[in-house]
């Protein structure tokens, strides 16, 4: 099992949601977050006064599926997400060791 962690722009969310369901993606988890990369924040002008915004607001999505779909996945966020704008995001993925359905006790794949 893998876990698929993508933090993109606000506004692509419903986009990712669909292209992930069409893969076969059943179910994700979604945090809004704030972060940085590359692209440093911005400044922005509020009463006259000019001010940094240090931290873009972004959505981090985590999806925990089989090994086989994770190709399939990461096509379906990168379709779905990029806009070719700098702050367009990342995907991580890593390996997940266990998961378990607390409400049937169901363990590994089983438990997706």
């Known amino acids: 099992m893998k876990k698929i962690e ?3 722009k606000p506004f ?5 949601k669909e292209a992930l369901q069409d893969v076969g993606v059943q179910g994700l988890s979604v945090i809004e977050v704030k972060g940085f990369g590359r692209q440093k924040g911005h400044t922005e002008l509020y009463r006259g006064a000019e001010y940094v915004v240090d931290f873009l607001p972004k959505v981090k999505l985590e ?5 086989d779909q994770v190709d399939a996945a990461i096509e379906a966020i990168i ?3 990029k806009t070719n704008k700098i702050g367009d995001g ?3 993925v890593s390996s997940v060791e266990q998961a378990i359905r607390i409400r049937t006790g169901e363990s590994g794949p089983d438990a997706l």
């Open 6 to 8: 993508a933090i993109i």
């Open 12 to 16: 692509k969310l419903d986009e990712v």
């Open 63 to 67: 999806v925990v599926l089989e090994a």
């Open 79 to 81: 379709g779905a997400a």
């Open 90 to 92: 990342k995907i991580f």
